[in-house]
C-alpha cells in the first residue's frame, strides 16, 4: 500500500529525517510513500512556524528517489493550511512549484489554531466547531490548489470533553463533501484518530458514507506520521472500513493526477 501523509524536519513539530523513513517503509512492505511536509502560511502561534525550504525539499526527494529506485516509490506532497483570510497568498505559493500531491487541511478555527485549543477560548465547543467548519466550507469553494482535504473531522482531536457527533453537523458536513466532488476532489483516510485516543480514524465511517453517496471515489490512505515508528498505521482495518463504506479502490498521486489502486 502507499502511506500519503507523512512528515519529517521539514516540518516544525517533527525531527525525523526523510531518509530515516525510507527502511521502515520498505520492511513494512510499502509499496510507496508521500512525504507532507507541512506549509501553514500566517499560523497563528509565535512559537511554530511553518515553512519549507522547496529548493533544499526537492533536491533530497531526487536523492533519494535515486538512491532507492527499484525499492520503495518516493512522492513529494505538501500537507498545505488553508485559511480564509489568505487564500490569496496561498495561491501564489503554488506559482513556481510543483508537487505529485497536495493535501488541503484546516488546522485553525477563526484564526486560532486547534492543537493549543485556542480557537475554544471564549466560545462554547459548539461555537467553536461552527467556526472549524464554516473555515472549511469557505476554504473549499475558493481555494483550488489542493488535491483532497485531510482529516476533515480532526477538529475532534482537540474539544475538551474528548467527543465529537458527527451528526450534529451533517448539514456543513455535507455541504464541504459536495463542493468537494463538484470540483473533482477528494478525501483522506487519516489513520491517526486512534493515535489520539479516538475510537476512529479520520473521517469517522459515517462521514466517508455519506461522501460515497454523494459520488466521491477519490480517497487517499495517510498516517500522518511524524516518527517513522507510525508508517502504515492501521492500513489493513482502512481498507476495510473503505470497503464497507462502498468503495472498491484507493486513490494515489502521481504529478498531481489521481490514480486507482484496487482494494
Known amino acids: 500500500m502507499f502511506d500519503y501523509h507523512v512528515h519529517t524536519h521539514y516540518s516544525n513539530d517533527c525531527t525525523f529525517d526523510m531518509e530515516s523513513y525510507i527502511l521502515p517503509a520498505i520492511e513494512k512492505g510499502l509499496k510507496g510513500i508521500c512525504f507532507t511536509d507541512h506549509v501553514d502560511i500566517e499560523y497563528p502561534s ?18 533519494l528517489k535515486d538512491r532507492y529506485n527499484g525499492k520503495l516509490e518516493i512522492f513529494t506532497g505538501i500537507e498545505f493550511g488553508m485559511q480564509p483570510h489568505i487564500l490569496e497568498t496561498d495561491t501564489a505559493f503554488f506559482q513556481d512549484k ?9 488546522h485553525t478555527a477563526d484564526r486560532k489554531e486547534l492543537y493549543g485549543g ?19 466550507i469557505f476554504c ?4 483550488k490548489s489542493y488535491h483532497n482535504l485531510g482529516h476533515l473531522d480532526a477538529v475532534s482531536r482537540y474539544i475538551n470533553s474528548g467527543s465529537f457527533e458527527a451528526s450534529k453537523y451533517m448539514e456543513y458536513i455535507e455541504e464541504v463533501l459536495r463542493t468537494i466532488v ?13 493515535r489520539y485516543a479516538l475510537p476512529y480514524f479520520h473521517p469517522e465511517p459515517s462521514i466517508i458514507k455519506l461522501y460515497k453517496q454523494l ?22 482495518e482502512a481498507a476495510e472500513i473503505l470497503q464497507h463504506c462502498g468503495l472498491k479502490y484507493y486513490t494515489i498521486y502521481k504529478g498531481g493526477k489521481p490514480e486507482f489502486i484496487k482494494l
Open 140 to 143: 473549499v469553494n475558493h481555494f
Open 98 to 106: 510543483s508537487f505529485d500531491y497536495i493535501l488541503g487541511s484546516i
Open 215 to 236: 459520488g466521491g471515489e477519490i480517497v487517499t490512505l495517510g498516517s500522518d506520521s511524524h516518527s517513522p515508528s507510525t508508517l502504515g498505521y492501521g492500513f489493513d
Open 182 to 194: 463538484q470540483n473533482g476532489k477528494g478525501i483522506e483516510l487519516n489513520t491517526s484518530g486512534k
Open 46 to 63: 509565535a512559537s511554530i512556524e511553518f515553512e519549507l525550504d522547496y529548493s533544499k525539499y526537492t533536491r533530497e526527494i531526487k536523492r
Open 118 to 136: 485556542d480557537f475554544l477560548a471564549g466560545k462554547s465547543e459548539h461555537n467553536s466547531i461552527l467556526d472549524y467548519f464554516n473555515d472549511m
